[in-house]
C-alpha cells in the first residue's frame, strides 16, 4: 500500500519558470492537502480539497494553484517561481482509522529550489 | 501571536532519558490533538492521536492534553537512538479539514 505518493523528489527551477507537483493517494480519501515546511514555521497549509471537485485556499496560496484531478489526484503549480517559494512540499490525504479519528496522512515530500 | 506554540529546541538526551515535549495553543476550539514524528528528509508520520483531556498511553509514548490550560504534552520513556526526529504537535477543530502544526522540536537521542 503505497500511501501517499508524490513527484518529483527534487527539483531546481529558475526565476520564473513553471512546474507542477504531482500527488497521489490510493488510500480512497475524500480530502487532500498540499503544505509547504520551511525551518521555523513549522507547516503551513497551501491549498486543499475538501472533496472531488471542490479547491480552497490554506494560509499561504499566493503564487500557487492547484488542480482537484480526480478523487486520487491534487497537483500543486507554481506559475512563475520565485526564491521565495524555495521549500519542502508535503502532500497529503485526511482518513479515518480503528486507531484515530479523521487524520491526515503526509507523502515524502518534494524538495524545491528556486534560484 | 502563533496559535499553536512549540519550542523548537534542539532537546539533546542520553539514551534511557524521559523526554519531554509540550505545545500550548490560544484557541480553546480545538478539540483534537496529535502528535507526529518525522525523520529527516521524510513527512511527518502520526504517533498519537487523542481528543480529551487526560492521558493515553502507547508503548513508551504518553500523550498528556490539559484543556483548561491550553496545554499538550508528549512523553518518551526509556528513549532510544531510533526516536531521533522532529515531534510536531498538531491541533484540529471540530468539523474542520484543516489541522494547526506547532513548529515541531527537534529531539537527538545520544547512544
Known amino acids: 500500500n503505497a500511501g501517499v505518493t508524490q513527484t518529483p523528489k527534487f527539483q531546481v527551477l529558475k526565476t520564473g519558470q513553471s512546474m507542477t507537483l504531482q500527488c497521489a493517494q490510493d488510500m480512497n480519501h475524500n480530502s487532500m492537502y498540499w503544505y509547504r515546511q520551511d525551518p521555523g514555521m513549522g507547516l503551513r497549509l497551501i491549498y486543499y480539497?475538501?472533496?472531488?471537485?471542490?479547491?480552497d485556499k490554506g494560509e499561504v496560496p499566493n503564487g500557487y494553484n492547484v488542480s482537484r484531478l480526480n478523487k486520487r489526484e491534487f497537483s500543486l503549480r507554481l506559475e512563475s517561481a520565485a526564491p521565495s517559494q524555495t521549500s519542502v512540499y508535503f502532500c497529503?490525504?485526511?482518513?479515518?482509522?480503528?486507531?484515530?479519528?479523521?487524520?491526515?496522512?503526509f507523502g515524502e515530500g518534494s524538495w524545491l529550489t528556486v534560484v | 501571536q502563533k496559535e499553536v506554540e512549540q519550542d523548537p529546541g534542539p532537546l539533546s538526551v542520553p539514551e534511557g532519558a524521559i523526554v519531554s515535549l509540550n505545545c500550548t495553543y490560544s484557541?480553546?476550539?480545538?478539540?483534537?490533538f496529535m502528535w507526529y514524528r518525522q525523520y529527516s528528509r521524510k513527512g511527518p508520520e502520526l504517533l498519537m492521536y487523542t481528543y480529551s483531556s487526560g492521558n493515553k498511553e502507547d508503548g513508551r509514548f504518553t500523550a498528556q492534553v490539559d484543556k483548561s490550560s491550553k496545554y499538550i504534552s508528549l512523553f518518551i520513556r526509556d528513549s532510544q537512538p531510533s526516536d531521533s526526529a522532529t515531534y510536531l504537535c498538531?491541533?484540529?477543530?471540530?468539523?474542520?479539514?484543516?489541522?494547526?502544526f506547532g513548529a515541531g522540536t527537534t529531539v537527538t537521542v545520544r547512544a
Open positions: 498538531a491541533l484540529q477543530r471540530s468539523n474542520d479539514y484543516k489541522l494547526s
Open positions: 480539497s475538501a472533496s472531488e471537485g471542490t479547491t
Open positions: 484557541n480553546s476550539a480545538f478539540q483534537y
Open positions: 497529503a490525504s485526511r482518513g479515518r482509522t480503528p486507531y484515530s479519528g479523521n487524520t491526515i496522512y
